[in-house]
């Protein structure tokens, strides 16, 4: 892999842990009066559909005509829950990522609000869902702190470790499922049994089964923010990324073992000095690319020209990076050794690091491998 992909590679994987990491400081969570009453209106919905005769009984037909969008009764229930709202928090209507991670690992749960009556004999109201709001909490932060980790990690090394930007995506893609699935669910099955009603949810439409669990889905999802989101398609951006540079790197890690086995090959094979007299024609073979396991005979005192345009060329290429006339390769049968010239505006370089020049012909020697504008395309010199 050239420094410049090795580069920009770092360079994209910076700035979407950057990124991923300045979705933690951006609205997770809002407290829209309208969106309560939405989550409240599904819930309704969803009720009538387990069980139509139970919750119409408790109300659930007249509450969903009457708290239709700009309904008077709605309209006056949302002025009430932001006029409540405000007491309690002031004029901030959402959250970030972080205050909200800080909120559920605090002792004070959040489902201590006026629109949760517990039960009477429920005297211990700020243990309901501890465990659940402890764990929101961790996976809420874990991704965060591994990605700001990695993030420092990289910058101190200089290096992108692909690897690392797969795992720190996955693991966040992973967290952010289970808050977005799994939680509701786990809320009320750990602090249901408390909870007498919710405001706009009677005790009667709690009975019904999956109700409770339902509206806390409901109102958990209807209250997620852009920053939720944004962190969920950069964690998906991270483990894509992280995955094509993962995949890019065992590549080119095996285009490298195979230039060196072919390389030690040859030289093994090479004769001494004075052992025996050159051949009288050399072998160019593609050992990466298009003609990767093909052969071809170089007479001594031609030229063989490497490209994409069939007018100039011997050895025609379809790669995009290989240019109309590429590069010439001619052998010399009284000294056994190779003068290769550069055509190209890409380049061609030797796998030891030397770069094939345009001004004159460069000597290798048998062992030689060629590699031909960004290495995809490699001759070894026989």
């Known amino acids: 892999m050239t420094e410049g992909k090795k580069i920009g590679q770092w360079i994209v994987g910076m700035v979407l842990l950057f990124l ?3 979705t933690a400081f951006i609205p997770w969570i809002t407290l829209s009066g309208n969106d309560y009453v939405d989550a409240a209106v ?16 408790a109300g659930a ?10 309904s ?3 309209n006056a229930w949302v002025a009430s829950y932001e006029k409540e709202m405000k007491s309690r928090f002031g004029n901030k209507t959402s ?12 002792e004070n749960t959040p489902l201590v609000l006026p629109q949760i009556q517990f039960e009477k004999y429920f005297s211990n109201q700020k243990n309901a869902g501890r465990k ?3 764990l929101m909490g961790c996976f809420i932060y874990l991704p965060v702190l591994i990605a700001a980790g990695f993030l420092v990690f990289c910058i101190v090394k200089r290096r992108l470790y692909s690897f690392g930007v797969m795992l720190t995506g996955t693991l966040a893609v992973l967290f952010d499922l289970i808050l977005y699935f799994a939680v509701p ?13 919710f405001s706009l949810i009677s005790e009667k439409m709690l009975a019904i089964r999956g109700v409770g669990s339902q509206f806390i889905k409901e109102v958990y999802h209807h209250a997620g ?9 950069l964690a998906c951006m991270l483990c894509v990324t992280g995955s094509v540079f993962f995949i890019l790197t065992c590549v080119q890690k095996r285009r490298e073992k195979k230039v060196e086995f072919f390389q030690n090959q040859s030289l093994e094979n090479m004769p001494l000095p004075g052992d025996a007299k050159a051949a009288a024609c050399g072998t160019l073979t593609g050992i990466c690319g298009q003609y990767a396991g093909q052969s071809l005979t170089v007479n001594a005192g031609e030229e063989i020209v490497l490209g994409r345009d069939p007018a100039y060329s011997m050895l025609v290429f379809d790669n995009r990076g290989i240019s109309r006339r590429h590069c010439g390769i001619r052998y010399d049968d009284k000294t056994g050794n190779y003068f290769v010239i550069d055509y190209s505006s890409t380049g061609t370089k030797m796998a030891d690091g030397r770069l094939v020049t345009a001004s004159s012909y460069s000597m290798a020697e048998p062992g030689t491998v060629l590699l031909l504008g960004d290495g995809e395309e490699q001759f070894l010199l026989k």
């Open 20 to 22: 991923f990491l300045v």
């Open 42 to 57: 599904n819930v309704h919905e969803y009720a009538r559909k387990q069980d139509a005769v139970t919750a119409d009984a």
């Open 61 to 70: 037909f007249t509450f969903i005509s009457n708290y239709q969008k700009d």
């Open 72 to 74: 008077e009764l709605r």
């Open 95 to 106: 959250f970030s990522g972080f205050t909200w991670g800080r909120w559920c690992l605090r």
């Open 132 to 134: 659940i709001f402890f």
């Open 185 to 197: 669910g786990a809320i009320w099955r750990e602090a249901g049994g408390s909870i007498h009603s």
């Open 225 to 233: 923010g852009i920053g939720a989101y944004a962190n969920f398609i």
